[in-house]
């Protein structure tokens, strides 16, 4: 039973799948091609319903096991962005052996969902890790198997990526590769989010030029390089190093605490009074429904806003405040004038708008998204 479609030039319906039918049973190479093409064509510029476009990927698919690897790459380039492919031959596509034929739906094809990056990662070729690497977003459960089975090639481009998101599993993983590797040293110092305690590692194990070129490129770490430095000596005391354990001991009771209800204003108080950075900033993510990192970034920032602002939305006091802003200080010491200038910051929040920033936040996971004139209003 043949299906009736609708060319884009037409609105007389076309059957052509007892055509297709015998250029794949009977054809000769030519004619199989030049069928493909045009059920290519037709596919892309027509508008049809999700059952018309998978039966177009059944025919595509079996004239492209007809024809060679040249033809097959030309049609995985020309499918690769067209966001309404049949997933049945992107699927295809994206397994074929050959990297010229499965390379480009693999960097581009949004068709591809993440259970078969993760197939497609864990069976096919160091040159098919790469391409995926070089996707515009990649979700942590990919970027696991690429940084667990890729060579350092696919590893550094993975670092490379700033769409690519990355588990703590990942990130202490790359830390160990870029052991010996300078160039995958600095593409990981160079991210904007990578953790602390992971950037402490990184540093450790960092050359000194690595390093230098890092204070060169981030002076927003610069701080955190030379304490880094300073605190661990330049060794790890064990294979995930001090910064990790304490971080990992400290994300466990931490989190757990938030589990049984009774992480709060008071837990994270104490924590900033005992200079318990982990914990304060596991705490304040937890309870911000924010990432670690932006969190970080708020307590350790020189412009001391952000972290005014969270605090204010989450209706903390002002003595809790100020512990936290201790606690990111520069040798942890705020001068006099300094400090009434922030408490006078402090007592001009408005709460409710606080609270709208802190949402807005949360939807863009993001703290750099706040424009002048939403600061502005926050003083109004």
């Known amino acids: 039973m043949s299906l009736q479609f609708k060319t884009a030039r037409t609105s007389e319906p076309k059957s052509f799948l007892d055509d297709l039918e015998e250029a794949v049973t009977r054809g000769t190479p030519a004619s199989r091609a030049k069928a493909l093409w045009h059920t290519t064509d037709l596919m892309i510029a027509g508008s049809f319903s999700d059952e018309e476009i998978w039966t177009f990927g059944e025919v595509v698919t079996r004239l492209a096991d007809e024809i060679e690897v040249a033809a097959r790459a030309q049609l995985s380039e020309r499918l690769a962005r067209f966001d309404q492919a049949p997933v049945n031959i992107i699927h295809k596509l994206a397994f074929d052996d050959a990297i010229e034929v499965a390379g480009p739906v693999l960097r581009e094809s949004k ?21 995926i690497s ?20 696919v590893v550094k481009s993975v670092a490379s990526n700033s769409g690519a998101k990355l588990s703590d599993f990942g990130f202490l ?40 070129r890092l204070e060169l490129e981030r002076p927003d770490m610069a701080r955190q390089i030379q304490s880094s430095v300073s605190e661990l000596g330049g060794e790890l005391q064990s294979k995930f190093g001090p910064a990790s354990r304490g971080h990992f001991v400290a994300k466990r009771v931490v989190t757990t605490q938030h589990r049984l209800g009774n992480l709060n204003e008071s837990s994270i108080s104490s924590y900033a009074r005992s200079h318990r950075l982990e914990e304060v900033t596991i705490g304040m993510s937890l309870l911000c429904s924010l990432p670690g990192d932006l969190i970080e970034r708020a307590l350790l920032d020189k412009n001391r806003e952000m972290l005014l602002i969270l605090c204010k939305g989450l209706g903390f006091s002002w003595d809790t405040t100020m512990a936290m802003l201790f606690l990111g200080a520069k040798d942890h010491r705020i001068t006099a004038s300094e400090l009434r200038s922030l408490e006078n910051d402090y007592d001009r929040l408005n709460i409710e708008t606080s609270r709208s920033v802190l949402a807005f936040c949360q939807s863009r996971k993001t703290g750099t998204a706040i424009d002048a004139s939403l600061k502005a209003a926050l003083y109004a």
């Open 111 to 131: 068709q591809l969902e993440t259970y078969a990056l993760v197939a497609n990662a864990c069976t096919k070729s160091q040159a098919h890790m790469l391409s």
């Open 134 to 153: 070089q996707r515009e977003t990649l979700e942590e459960r990919v970027t696991d198997e690429l940084v667990k089975r890729g060579d350092q090639e």
């Open 173 to 212: 993983n790359m830390v160990q590769r870029a052991e010996g590797d300078s160039i995958l040293a600095e593409r990981l110092g160079l991210r904007k989010d990578v953790p602390r305690h992971v950037f402490q590692q990184l540093i450790a194990k960092a050359t000194s030029d690595v390093k230098k």
